[in-house]
């Protein structure tokens, strides 16, 4: 727990040691989450910072389950929203544990991307990189939180999908949805006004269709795993804390599918094969590799207006010529 500490602190570097540590337990940087030692509430939510727990009921078999959802703001590493709340998460849930720093980590991102993420960010002599060098990086407010669980030497999964399956949905929708697609217009120019909750809320409203292929789709798919984790370790009978850090994009409709698998009833439905077998096939459907009619949206709708534009402006010219427009308008000058 000391090298977590001391990690945390150096990952907003510029300051000393001690000055670090106090910045992570200041009041007005207070975790928004309940600790462990006191029975959390089931989808309590404050700020983006949401708990749910599963015990089993009396006489039953089974193991208490705990999950922590934290949602990150993109490249935010300090205050609300930022790194530094999951980083204090990490530490509050190894305070408390009865076996220290027990907690398993779930990343809403693809196995491929937490791969490469793992690959270029190695944590050297138990020391986080500092968030200046980590500023304008892919998925860079997940780094610290990574390697935290590094140093903490405790197991990493990814629950999220692949961007090329997202993008073959997405773009499946587009077809099927001319509609939609036209709008892309005059709302792609306008994504780069908006980012984390507004991004999401502002493609929901332009493009429903599409949107939901895209934020939905991958939401649930994080809450389906997610949940198919704990009803595994359920069944072993293996207490678990499990914290599962996603983007602020997907958290608001991460929860909601959560809200919905782990209402009051969820010790019984972990119980169940059928539960277990639902959370699969969901899973699976959500993941299916969809043909990327991509290349063809661009062809129909940016060729092949071009294509149009330049077959009537060459058309035009050819009929002023043939015609002799010009010659009518501005006739020729003739000179003795």
């Known amino acids: 727990m000391v090298s977590l500490v001391r990690s945390c ?14 910045a992570l337990i200041s009041p007005s940087t ?3 989450a309940k600790p462990l030692h006191v029975a959390p509430i089931l989808g309590q939510q404050r700020f983006a910072t949401t708990v749910f727990n599963v015990k089993p009921r009396p006489g039953q078999a089974g193991a208490e389950q705990t999950l922590f959802v934290v949602g990150l703001n993109e490249n935010k590493f300090f205050g609300q929203d930022g790194a530094e709340e999951g980083l204090k998460l990490l530490e509050r849930i190894a305070d408390h544990g009865v076996d220290g720093t027990q907690y398993n980590l779930l990343l809403g991102m693809s196995e491929r991307e937490m791969a490469e993420l793992e690959k270029e960010n190695k944590v050297k002599q138990n020391r986080l990189t500092p968030s200046r060098e980590l500023e304008g990086r892919t998925f860079g407010e997940f780094i610290p939180i990574v390697q935290a669980s590094m140093v903490d030497r405790r197991p990493r999964k990814a629950v999220g999908r692949l961007l090329k399956i997202t993008q073959g949905h997405v773009s499946w929708q587009l077809w099927r949805h001319p509609r939609e697609a036209v709008k892309l ?6 994504r780069k006004n908006y980012k984390d909750v507004a991004l999401r809320k502002f ?18 798919l994080i809450a389906f795993r997610a949940t198919s984790q704990m009803v595994g370790a359920f069944g072993q009978e293996k207490p678990t ?7 602020n994009q997907l958290f608001e409709p991460t929860v909601e599918r959560l ?20 959370l ?11 043909p990327d009619f991509t290349p063809l ?40």
């Open 185 to 190: 217009y005059w709302t792609y120019w306008q």
């Open 297 to 336: 949206l661009i062809f129909f709708y940016v060729g092949f207006p071009v294509l149009v534009l330049q077959t009537g402006w060459l058309a035009i010219q050819w009929l002023y010529s043939y015609i002799g427009v010009t010659e009518m308008v501005m006739p020729p000058e003739f000179r003795e």
């Open 203 to 220: 493609w929901m409203e332009r493009l429903p269709t599409c949107a939901y292929a895209y934020f939905m789709e991958v939401s649930h």
């Open 9 to 22: 602190s150096r990952v907003f570097s510029g300051c000393s040691p001690a000055c670090s540590s106090r």
């Open 241 to 247: 804390t499990w914290v599962l850090v996603v983007s």
């Open 259 to 278: 809200t919905e698998l782990l209402d009051s009833t969820a010790a019984s439905k972990f119980e169940s094969e059928d539960f277990a077998r639902h």
């Open 30 to 32: 207070s975790l928004r």
């Open 280 to 290: 699969r096939e969901q899973a699976s459907e959500l993941c299916v590799d969809a």
